[in-house]
């Protein structure tokens, strides 16, 4: 199994039995919901009312450094839990627990059929008796407080994502924390930093200063919060060491306990004790957080001098160095949270978003690559993780032998890892000055396919409260029915209120110039309202959830005094993702060509066609999918109308401001909710029917982009994607047989380099044939590891949910 599909010089080693048995253990282990963490934070917050601010949100967390459950695992090395029991997911009330009930009440909670997990009796209890506590003094119940009057009157429009209430259930997340500071420098020297200078402080401060005071009262707090947690791991690896009777595991465990008890006070020594820092660190921001897009950042470049010390030393050898790597990665994989069940339509496979970077270049432009970089594609490829995600930084100087190792390997772990073009990404971080050149250079992914700071910014690359994803072809639909949404549930349901601006109707307008402006009018409509929304919900978090434990180490933090919440960070952004691109353009492309340009039919037949499903108008809608030019054939006459509105939206975004000073971010990526917002969505004018997908990221309609690879990468070309710094997404499919030789690799090489040279920003890639995704529909338990890339991560296939199954099946499979 682990050696499947290689036809290349690129061969992967041998795994050891106990990564073997550790991998098997995750893929046999359905997680279990742990209430430890929910009745941890539910006693200190009853008990402590009057404890406010970012001092609360510290003492909480020294609170669960000090009670969480401490598990260590047989043959674990790496160490670090989120629950008492493996793989167990923690909760977090402090966002939003109600959602809870009402998966109970709907019968969900307990026979889930996507992502299931196993919830004693007892604990769902305990769970019921809380939730009312909750239903009052969560961070979804305070910003429902502050939702402005004016916005009820656009909720139900499903351009936006947000509705009457309960509108941040998914929590702040979608950044890269400093690893490489906790590695090399220590949550000790950290918190003398702050001792110093609250000292400085002391006896002469005003209204900034005592903020700036009491941050970094609460950066002693959680650093001290680390320091516990670490030596408790360290006490019961000693515990374990005493009671082992195997002399190579209690000499593993000494070693451990050893470097545990050192580690997160002092800087780590070796190979291992970076891995280490790095991961309960993840472990201590995800348990302090909640575990959201949260992104270990450029790994390769943390670890790669430790390695090399360590082989040097005769520390270690690339052997050993491979399995404790292969060992963290089964760690990350490990960690998981249960989810709303209507979210996991989005995001099934029980994925959080941990994105690993690898290669790129250094700060004098230098390529990156080292040992670590191809160890991180060892443990892809052998083991057929689907998480950890990485994304492999491209640029002009990339060695072949990386590009050969990263193609081979996203053979056969689908989409893992993902192609990112520095020569594009790199000058779109510093528009609008978003960061410096030293920053950009040392950018990383984050969550799905979003470039961010490494370390050193507060990007919220998927939007504030609840993720952005924005509908583009909902806010047409709005544009060319007077501002009303004609479809505001899955069920097909229709509704006279308008959520929209007042833009007239598609057969009132006379020109296509008239319908430019009524999409022009609908957009900047409900942008606006994402700003406000986004904006109005920091403004609650900044108060209620700082986050002291990622502030400690975030660049910029520490010299301004203030929590990353409060754009303490030395960079800061904030991501507004836009959903069903190539539908978009399309619907453009055919109002102006059937109605406009050739007058094959009125406006108001287009109208009442699209209104009414396209039932009875079977010649029209058959014309329309196979005459009209569709987006992503190279044709001028659509990819004009792809500039046009990539350019608007990207214009829109980039001109708002968001509290902490900086501008907003566009980007054009959809998770799996292109599939979701198609079941939301009605019938559009580019010949969709209700309640199918939406277009994947940047790629056209499923099936319509007739003309292979090639004219598909020149109308992509055509996006402005140097204005998009949150991120492209562009999955290509090919079939199995294009790729089988070295002359197809090669070839799949030559045009990933051509698309970007003509500005590319992203690429992912599936190696599947429909045929063996039907297959696998039909016999799961056949294609167990199947791992495909669903759009912004990778999933086991037979997890996913049958919509998003179907999805992956009709996207066009290439040749080259």
């Known amino acids: ?157 499903q351009v936006t994502v947000y509705n009457s209430e309960g509108i941040c259930a998914a929590p702040v997340g979608h950044f890269c924390s ?53 030596k408790r791991y360290a006490a019961e690896a000693a515990r374990q060491a005493a009671e082992c009777t195997n002399s190579e595991r209690k000499a593993e465990l000494e070693m451990m306990a050893d470097s545990l008890n050192w580690i997160m006070e002092n800087p780590a020594r070796t190979f291992y004790e970076a891995i280490q820092v790095m991961f309960l660190y993840q472990i201590g921001m995800c348990l302090h957080n909640n575990m959201h897009g949260i992104s270990f950042g450029r790994v390769d470049q943390y670890l790669g001098s430790f390695y090399e010390a360590d082989l040097k030393a005769g520390r270690t050898t690339p052997e050993k160095a491979q399995e404790i790597f292969d060992l963290f990665a089964l760690k990350v994989a490990e960690m998981n949270k249960i989810w709303f069940s209507g979210t996991t339509l989005t995001v099934t496979g029980y994925t959080v978003g941990q994105l690993m970077t690898l290669g790129g270049v250094d700060k004098e432009n230098n390529d990156a690559t080292n040992a670590v970089t191809y160890m991180m594609l060892q443990t892809a490829g052998r083991l057929i993780l689907h998480d950890p995600p990485m994304a492999l930084r491209i640029n002009k100087n990339t060695p072949k032998e990386l590009w050969e190792a990263a193609l081979e390997t996203t053979k056969i772990c689908g989409g893992v890892p993902t ?97 430019l402006e009524a999409v022009t009018t609908q957009y900047k409509y409900f942008l606006e309202w994402q700003m406000t929304m986004v904006n109005m919900f920091e403004v609650v978090a900044a108060e209620h959830m700082a986050q002291p434990l990622i502030s400690c180490m975030m660049d910029g933090c520490m010299e301004s005094g203030k929590d990353v919440m409060n754009g303490g960070a030395k960079n800061n952004s904030c991501g507004v993702p836009g959903v069903g691109i190539g539908n978009a353009i399309d619907c453009l492309a055919v109002i102006k060509y059937m109605v406009y340009d050739h007058k094959l039919c009125t406006a108001k037949e287009l109208y009442e066609a699209v209104m009414n499903n396209w039932e009875g108008k079977e010649d029209l809608h058959q014309f329309i999918l196979n005459k009209v030019p569709h987006y992503g054939n190279d044709n001028e006459y659509c990819d004009e109308w792809a500039k046009w509105l990539l350019n608007l939206f990207a214009d829109i975004v980039s001109s708002f401001t968001n509290i902490r000073g900086c501008k907003f971010a566009p980007g054009l990526y959809p998770v799996a909710t292109n599939v979701l917002w198609g079941l939301l969505t009605p019938a559009t004018p580019d010949g969709r029917r209700k309640h199918e997908p939406l277009s994947d990221g940047i790629s056209p309609v499923q099936q319509l982009d007739k003309n292979g690879p090639t004219a598909l990468l020149k109308s992509l070309a055509n996006i402005p994607q140097e204005k998009y710094s949150n991120g492209t997404l562009l999955n290509m499919k090919f079939h199995p047989t294009a790729l089988s030789n070295e002359t197809g690799m090669a070839k799949l090489e030559a045009l990933m380099k051509t698309y970007f040279s003509m500005g590319g920003m992203e690429m992912q890639l599936n190696v599947v044939s429909g045929e063996t995704l039907r297959k696998a529909q039909e016999n799961p338990e056949e294609y167990k590891d199947l791992v495909v890339r669903v759009a912004g991560y990778s999933a086991y296939f037979v997890e996913l949910f049958k919509n998003c199954q179907d999805d992956l099946i009709q996207r066009t499979e290439l040749t080259l």
């Not at 005592?210 to 680390?226: E, P």
């Not at 909902?474 to 007077?482: G, L, Q, R």
């Not at 949404?485 to 959520?499: A, E, H, Q």
């Open 419 to 515: 192609f990112e073009n520095d020569d594009v990404i790199i000058p779109a971080l510093m528009k609008n000055g978003r960061m410096n050149l030293e920053s950009a250079r040392n950018y990383c992914l984050i969550g799905c396919v979003e470039p961010g700071g490494t370390g050193d910014e507060w990007p919220a690359c998927g939007g504030s409260g609840g993720e952005a994803y924005w509908n583009m072809p909902m806010a047409i639909i709005h544009a060319i029915n007077d501002g009303n949404n004609p479809m505001t549930d899955r069920y097909g349901n229709k509704s006279d209120k308008r959520t929209g601006a007042h833009t007239g109707y598609l057969y009132e307008m006379d020109t296509f110039d008239d319908v």
């Open 178 to 230: 400093n690893y490489d500071k906790a590695i090399r420098k220590g949550f000790g020297a950290v918190k003398a930093e702050a001792q110093a200078k609250m000292a400085e402080m002391e006896g002469h401060m005003e209204t900034d200063t005592i903020k700036q005071y009491n941050f970094y009262r609460s950066v002693v707090i959680v650093s001290d919060g680390m320091i516990v947690l670490s």
């Open 1 to 157: 199994m682990y050696m499947k599909g290689m036809s290349s010089m690129y061969k992967l080693k041998p795994v050891p039995i106990k990564v073997l048995k550790m991998r098997d253990k995750y893929r046999n282990t359905i997680p279990k919901v742990c209430t430890s963490r929910l009745k941890i934070v539910t006693d200190f917050y009853q008990n402590n009312p009057n404890i406010t601010g970012i001092l609360k949100r510290a003492m909480v967390f020294k609170e669960i450094a000090e009670k969480t459950p401490i598990l260590i695992s047989e043959d674990e090395v790496v160490v670090g839990s989120m629950a008492s029991t493996y793989r167990g997911s923690a909760l977090f009330p402090e966002n939003d627990i109600t959602w809870m009930q009402a998966d109970y009440d709907n019968g969900k909670l307990f026979n889930r059929e996507l992502d299931p997990y196993i919830i004693d009796e007892e604990d769902w209890e305990y769970i019921k008796s809380v939730i009312p506590y909750w239903k009052k003094n969560s961070l979804s119940a305070m910003v429902d407080q502050y939702i402005p009057e004016g916005y009820f009157s656009a909720v139900g429009n």
